[in-house]
């Protein structure tokens, strides 16, 4: 070296653990000769280096433009050093402990260079299921503490072997501590059994059970196979019969099955792909990216009913990407569980739970650690939105808007339904991964279970609890107890709420960024009058709220039968703002009023007006509920949550109506709340089913018709109130058309719209709005 040496220490924090990001910062430091060292540690990575200034400057910026693929820098933080490193050379280190300050980095779909491995008759990992590398492969599943090292990992049971271990030690090897690194010699194994148990070999000679696995689902054989995050249930998704007996097994009759296709072009005979889709499927978080269907897509419909999209995900391990090598047609690849239970992720379980549901198991001895389904994402107004997310997001943590940096820990327990939870800690938010539905017992168990891994991995102890206002769910009632336990402080959080401070934290919303008006549309939630709430216009900040509007409520005879049964919904509507014996003269004849009188309607109408087990709701999902059973797109009974209004959607979606003849919704003041009603939309819908009028027409027409309503509404609370931005959430946007509509309608009237993106609008976000609602409280305003 020519000029004065320096030295500093340099701590980089972020998701820099099990990435590759030590060899990288060594490869840099020794192309600039710089000596001294790198080390992981429970803060993230310490770098001690030593060399000319402007050199360390160049390998500072070097390092930020240029981290490994999976990497993600938060702070790099540069202070001199005044003792110099004692080796020549640059080194890497082994970990130390400390106070975890860094991230765990979520599972990667498998890397292009692990791709060529496996395909390559001459690499030592042809055709091995469990290749990859720092740039791939499992992280979250399998690592159980921090430090994240091979010892804190599933993968501790096996010992590498020479060849492995020559590569882990070597930083210029793109396997250096790879933590799951292993081959065909030292690691997992995959082999093929029957529902008895009985191993299958196969039935080719030189062939391997995933060879075996293929063939026998090309044959029309249900497999269930042990994944990454948990188990799969397998069928040839072109084979209806196959389909229909998985449909059958499972009682799984109507919901939507996810696919699995080898590539870009199988998955175009099938879908439109837009280049931002393209992108999506490919990338290292590999999602179940819903696609719109083409029209004569030779798929049999029971893959998906009634449904204008097909979710569509690339094979993400080397597993997938084996079994599905000669495959020129998608494979169902749906969750390996019971109906309304977690996936299997044990081989025993999967034995006990998945045998009368699959008549062959691919199964592997690595460990899953931790349970992950696959994430879900949706395109919308021209950006991806999160539907479900798990794996390949979480547990990235989100960055808090500015004013949030002082916010004491806690931790916000979610929902009760798609529940996530949601840490606080150093200025950012930790959504865990989607758990599911805590009204299922194995589904709370797992709640439980994560909870204590996530304190255990980021080491945190939070100073208090958010929770939902809902005194019956299971969240808050384990809130409850914890914090009396605990003795820490309980924050109840009106659902709604909750919603509208999840999206604008979402989009960066400063915690004194001014109020919005929060438009919430979803099923269900707990209003703080004892309510139902689910079609809310609330002028909200972080720290409060204030109700301006809602929808009309209207009472749901039979209580939760109601969600159940959208014919409920249907006659309540129409008693509440016709009257049923109006209806009955007028519409008797029609269609859907002789299928209504048949029920017991006289029963219900005594419910209602004796205010017996009939809660009022003001649920924007009820109201499509109302309309598609009017329609009889789904009238009798749902088979799963939303069906109903995703059906709807589709038939508005299939009307190629670009009329703006809509159904109006009227606007109202009582007691100084607005409300939007839907009494004018029942007479006109009649009349149009009377007509003959297509019901795909009038099932566009209603969209349209209620986004108009609430774009109107909206607006006028807003402009009332000196709005300017608005925000939308709640599982109701989930619907592209509705979201659109309205998206577009608020725009074109001037305001600035907040929207998801990085977490779900369903209450799979409610956590991260709970968490911020509770660490704005906790800041004190001087």
């Given at each position: ?176 501590h790879a933590q799951p690194n292993a081959c065909p010699v030292c690691g997992p194994r995959v082999w093929l059994s029957d529902a008895e148990g009985k191993e299958i070999a196969p039935s080719v000679m030189g062939e391997d059970a995933v060879h075996e696995a293929s063939r026998r689902l090309s044959e029309g ?265 605990r003795g820490l402080p309980l924050l109840l959080v009106q659902h709604h709420h909750a919603h509208v401070a999840s999206v604008l934290a979402d989009n960066g919303w400063p915690l004194y960024g001014g109020k919005v008006l929060g438009i919430a549309l979803d099923g269900s939630g707990y209003g703080d009058d ?253």
């Amino acid at each position: 070296m020519t000029g004065i040496e320096v030295a500093e220490r340099i701590r980089v924090q972020g998701l820099v653990q099990g990435v590759g990001f030590r060899p990288t910062v060594w490869r840099l430091a020794r192309a600039m000769d710089l000596r001294g060292a790198v080390w992981n540690d429970g803060q993230g990575v310490e770098i001690h280096v030593c060399g000319e200034k402007r050199q360390i400057n160049r390998f500072c910026e070097r390092l930020l433009a240029q981290p490994p693929p999976l990497a993600q820098i938060d702070i790099l933080h540069r202070r001199p050093s005044a003792r110099l490193p004692e080796k020549r050379e640059f080194i890497i280190t082994d970990s130390r402990t400390g106070e975890v300050q860094t991230g765990i980095v979520p599972d990667a779909a498998t890397c292009d260079a692990c791709l060529l491995d496996i395909r390559d008759p001459a690499n030592r990992r042809y055709r091995y299921p469990f290749t990859n590398c720092t740039h791939c492969g499992p992280r979250l599943t399998l690592v159980e503490g921090i430090p994240y090292d091979r010892a804190n990992t599933s993968m501790r049971h096996f010992p590498l072997c020479g060849d492995c271990e020559t590569e882990y030690r070597d930083p210029a090897d793109r396997r250096f501590h790879a933590q799951p690194n292993a081959c065909p010699v030292c690691g997992p194994r995959v082999w093929l059994s029957d529902a008895e148990g009985k191993e299958i070999a196969p039935s080719v000679m030189g062939e391997d059970a995933v060879h075996e696995a293929s063939r026998r689902l090309s044959e029309g054989v249900i497999v269930a196979i042990k994944g990454v995050g948990g188990f799969h249930l397998a069928c040839d998704a072109s084979n209806g019969t196959a389909v229909t007996r998985l449909r059958e097994r499972k009682g799984r009759y109507h919901k939507p099955f996810a696919l699995m296709a080898r590539d870009h072009a199988v998955i175009r005979d099938y879908c439109e792909v837009s280049g931002a889709e393209a992108v999506l499927l490919s990338s290292s978080a590999a999602p179940i990216v819903l696609l719109p269907r083409l029209a004569g897509a030779k798929l049999p419909e029971n893959v998906a009913p009634q449904q204008a999209s097909l979710g569509f995900m690339l094979p993400y391990s080397p597993l997938h990407h084996l079994l599905l090598a000669g495959w020129d047609r998608p494979l169902v690849m749906t969750s390996g569980n019971r109906i309304k239970e977690p996936q299997c992720i044990d081989n025993q379980e999967a034995a006990e739970r998945l045998r009368p549901l699959a008549d062959l198991f691919l199964l592997h001895d690595r460990e899953i650690t931790n349970r992950i389904d696959d994430s879900v994402v949706r395109t919308m107004d021209g950006a991806s939105r999160i539907l479900r997310r798990a794996r390949g997001y979480a547990p990235s943590p989100l960055q808090l808007p500015d004013g949030f940096k002082q916010a004491a820990p806690l931790l916000a327990m979610g929902g009760e339904l798609k529940n996530t939870f949601c840490l606080i800690r150093q200025g950012q938010a930790v959504l865990s991964q989607h758990i599911g539905d805590l009204e299922n017992l194995i589904s709370y168990q797992d709640y439980l279970k994560n909870l204590d891994l996530y304190a255990g991995l980021f080491e945190h102890r939070p100073a208090e609890l958010v929770a939902d206002l809902h005194p019956g769910y299971r969240s808050t009632r384990h809130a409850k107890a914890m914090a009396a336990e605990r003795g820490l402080p309980l924050l109840l959080v009106q659902h709604h709420h909750a919603h509208v401070a999840s999206v604008l934290a979402d989009n960066g919303w400063p915690l004194y960024g001014g109020k919005v008006l929060g438009i919430a549309l979803d099923g269900s939630g707990y209003g703080d009058d004892g309510t139902v709430w689910g079609g809310e216009f609330l002028l909200a900040d972080y720290r409060e709220y204030k109700r301006l509007g809602k929808l009309q409520p209207i009472p749901l005879p039979g209580g939760a039968q109601a969600i159940l049964q959208p014919w409920r919904s249907a006659f309540s509507q129409l008693h509440r703002h016709l009257g049923w014996e109006h209806v009955m003269r007028r519409w008797g004849d029609s269609e859907p009023i002789v299928w209504l009188n048949r029920q017991p309607v006289k029963v219900l109408a005594g419910m209602i007006e004796a205010g017996v087990n009939s809660p009022l709701s003001s649920s924007c999902g009820r109201l499509f509920d109302a309309v598609a059973a009017i329609l009889d797109i789904r009238r009798e009974s749902i088979s799963y949550e939303g069906q109903a209004a995703i059906e709807l959607e589709t038939a508005a979606q299939r009307s190629n109506c670009s009329t703006s003849d809509v159904y109006t919704l009227q606007i109202i003041v009582d007691e100084g709340v607005h409300l939007l009603d839907s009494a004018t939309l029942w007479p006109a819908l009649l009349d149009d089913l009377r007509a003959g009028i297509d019901r795909q027409r009038i099932a566009w027409r209603f969209h349209l018709g209620l986004a108009t309503g609430l774009c109107e509404m909206a607006s006028g609370l807003a402009r009332a109130n000196g709005v300017e931005t608005m925000a939308l959430s709640g599982g109701v946007f989930q619907n592209r058309t509705l979201f659109e509509l309205v998206t577009s309608q608020l725009q074109d009237s001037g305001f600035s719209v907040l929207s998801h993106h990085n977490v779900p609008s369903n209450d799979g976000g409610l956590a991260l709005g709970q968490a911020a609602i509770g660490a704005a409280r906790s800041i004190t305003t001087d």
